[in-house]
């Protein structure tokens, strides 16, 4: 099984950027997805996650209004619409499936830098 990440860069304070997961060597259906984050001397958070249907999302209380969770289920892909995007949310970025409640699936990251 492996998540592949792609979609971070460098970007200007207020820009935008979107990150895609694809997962590979399994069908994840039904399973919950997420995206985490985590900055330099700073513990791995979590920013959002979206269930198979997407009726149920949620996201860290910091992005909420900025930053879309969404997910392609034929392409067994989940993706990270970020915009106004601020200093703060310099991290690598991860995504990870959620399987019978624990997060068990984890890909590599994507370096997200934003400049002010």
């Known amino acids: 099984v492996q998540l592949q990440a792609s979609g971070g860069g460098l970007v200007q304070a207020g820009g935008s950027l979107r990150l895609s997961c694809a997962a590979s060597?399994?069908?994840?259906?039904?399973?919950?997805m997420g995206w985490f984050r985590q900055a330099p001397g700073k513990e791995r958070e979590f920013v959002a996650s979206?269930?198979?249907?997407?009726?149920?999302?949620y996201y860290h209380d910091s992005v909420k209004g900025r930053f879309t969770i969404s997910r392609d289920n034929a392409k067994n892909t989940v993706y990270l619409q970020m915009n106004s995007l601020k200093p703060e949310d310099t991290a690598v970025y991860y995504c990870?499936?959620?399987?019978?409640?624990?997060?068990?699936?984890w890909g590599k990251g994507t370096q997200v830098t934003v400049s002010s």
């Open positions: 990870a499936v959620n399987v019978a409640g624990t997060w068990n699936y």
């Open positions: 060597g399994r069908t994840f259906s039904g399973s919950r």
């Open positions: 979206i269930s198979w249907s997407a009726s149920s999302i």
